[in-house]
């Protein structure tokens, strides 16, 4: 359990039960058994966390099949894949797959999720959502597939 504020830097493979940080930087492999409590968030990889919080960022550029059971940010979600050449050429393993999702701004690629909640929705390619709830703009590409949109009314 690290439970102090700190800016951490993994850089290959990391495994804790909870983490509190002002940043979390991953390149490789991060898990957190339970919760990740952060200011930003990046991984370029794969992912096992049960819950992420962010107050300003997250971005996650995918690498490897990833989970997070439920992501919430006050501020921006990016998902999209990897810049690696060599994950582009093994693109069936580069999926996160999530329960709920719920930020300010979203932008989601290659990402199955029950719920996203949000203002600004942005669906991108190889997405397969169950509901989308959004209080601005929702844009989805035609390569991705969901079930329900909601508008609030705010």
Same mark, same amino acid.
């Given at each position: 359990k690290v439970s102090r504020?700190?800016? +951490?830097?993994c850089l290959g493979g990391l495994r804790v039960q909870h983490i509190q940080a %002002?940043? #979390?930087?991953?390149? *490789?492999y991060f898990s957190a058994a339970q919760d990740a409590a952060v200011e930003t968030f990046y991984a370029e990889g794969a992912v096992k966390i049960h819950r992420l919080t962010a107050e300003s960022s997250i971005e !996650? /550029? #995918? *690498?490897? /099949?990833? =989970? &997070? %059971?439920v992501i919430k940010s006050s501020g921006t979600i990016?998902? $999209?894949?990897? !810049? $690696? !050449?060599?994950?582009a050429l093994i693109p069936y393993f580069r $999926? #996160?797959?999530?329960? =709920? &999702?719920e930020g300010t701004s979203i932008t989601l690629y290659l990402t199955t999720a029950d719920l996203v909640c949000g203002e600004d929705i942005i669906i991108g390619p *190889?997405? +397969?959502? *169950?509901e989308i709830r959004y209080s601005k703009s929702l844009t989805v590409d035609p $390569?991705?597939?969901v079930a329900r949109t909601v508008f609030l009314n705010k």
């Open positions: 504020r700190f800016q +951490s830097v %002002d940043r #979390l930087k991953s390149s *490789g !996650l /550029r #995918l *690498g490897n /099949r990833s =989970t &997070i %059971d990016t998902v $999209k894949p990897s !810049l $690696k !050449l060599m994950n $999926k #996160l797959t999530c329960e =709920t &999702i *190889g997405c +397969s959502i *169950g $390569k991705s597939q």
